[in-house]
């Protein structure tokens, strides 16, 4: 399934790729559109993180939070945690968290530091490959 996004990728615009690609549609494909695309105007492809959309931003939260929902991943503990970071880093209080100031300043040096959304997104998975093992080991030693 092709899956659709606004360009220039930051935060919640990488975050919800890699979500997506590892958890909900491994053959996903990732388009990016012009920031002021219409939501509306796109066809054969699912929209997110963007304006109005289902799997966008709504009140609080951020569009890897709709994401979380809709496919029904809110038991993985690992991804609990990187939603919550994600969600601050993305919503304007990655000063709240120490990890979520991180991840703000990491994506925008990765940003500055590819060619392009995709060349982002193949550098920046890795980072959350990264929270995402280290998270499940975490969880695995804190169980009783």
Known sequence: MKWVTREKVHVDRVACPWLIKNFVDKEAEF???PRDTDPQTIQGGIPFDMKGV???HHGDECSF???MKKYKLTGD???KKIQEIVRM???GKADQNPLAFS????ARGYGMNAKDDHE???REFH???ALYSYFRKENEINQP
């Open 77 to 79: 503990l690992a991804l």
């Open 127 to 129: 980072l959350y490959d």
């Open 54 to 56: 289902e799997l966008g």
């Open 120 to 122: 982002t997104l193949q």
């Open 89 to 91: 880093a993305d919503t």
């Open 65 to 67: 939070d709709a994401i």
């Open 103 to 106: 991840l703000e300043v990491l």
């Open 31 to 33: 388009v990016f559109v």
